[in-house]
């Protein structure tokens, strides 16, 4: 009797012994993997990373694996590669903690290849789907700049007013606005509404005088106060 319960316990914990070494080498697998893209060498760290994701999808560090091999892929700018592992992230993991910044990449790999109408589309639904958990990163802000610039590409200048005028607001610590007043006044102009964009670039230069905008916004502004007659206030 005594034989046996000795063999027992010692079933148990040979029988615990290769979960927990499968988890070590996956650990070890990771932290290398990692450790190569923190090194630069992407390429290097792309197959390795997928590995871990691959080799135990439920593991702690599937996720985590998955989406640094997504943004290896972007540093590579291999657009198309970055973005079917950053939407298997997405899917998969779509509560981890770097969830925003996958959805993020998605939507910035479309705006980087200047396909502006899938970029729209694509920004919207980050920011729809935006839970803020890394606040030490300005998604939201700059997701909304770019939206705006893909929708001024796609000469959908009111709905690029608006966009501006939102990044202008998110803006933080003020950082961009001069560069959505801008804009807004570009859109403005493009849209043949010249006393808005008059006003506009009067705005930016009243706003912040120390913008390298500034020169730009005032000879805009003069173009289009001379094109309209209003020669004295040019």
């Known amino acids: 009797a005594s034989m046996f319960r000795v063999g027992s316990s010692r079933m148990m914990v040979c029988g615990q012994a290769p979960a927990s070494t499968a988890e070590t080498r996956s650990e070890i697998a990771f932290q290398d993997a990692y450790g190569r893209f923190r090194a630069g060498n992407y390429a290097a760290a792309i197959p390795a990373l997928l590995t871990v994701a691959e080799t135990n999808p439920g593991g702690p560090r599937s996720g985590e694996a998955l989406f640094w091999a997504g ?22 993991h779509p509560t981890h903690p770097r969830a925003d910044a996958a959805r ?26 935006y839970t803020g958990t890394d606040s030490s990163v300005p998604y939201r ?9 893909s929708y001024f590409a796609l000469e959908r200048f009111a709905d690029a007013r ?9 803006a933080p610590g003020g950082q961009g ?13 493009a849209s043949g509404n ?19 905008l500034v020169d730009e916004a005032l000879y805009s502004q003069g173009a289009l106060l001379l094109q309209s007659g209003r020669d004295a206030e040019a």
Do not use: C, K, M, N
Request: cysteine-free; charged content about 25%.
């Open 141 to 149: 802000p700059d997701a909304l700049f770019r939206l705006a610039d």
């Open 162 to 170: 608006a966009v501006y005028q939102r990044a202008y607001e998110a």
């Open 104 to 129: 993020y990449a998605l939507a910035y790999t479309h705006f980087r290849r200047r396909d502006y109408g899938a970029a729209a589309s694509a920004f919207e639904r980050f920011l729809s789907a």
């Open 71 to 92: 943004e290896a892929a972007f540093q590579l700018e291999q657009s198309a590669r970055a973005e079917e592992i950053l939407r298997d992230f997405v899917e998969r």
């Open 177 to 189: 606005q001069d560069y959505a007043l801008y804009q807004i006044a570009q859109a403005h102009a």
């Open 194 to 212: 010249t006393d808005a964009a008059i006003a506009t670039y009067g705005r930016l230069a009243r706003e912040v005088p120390s913008s390298d």
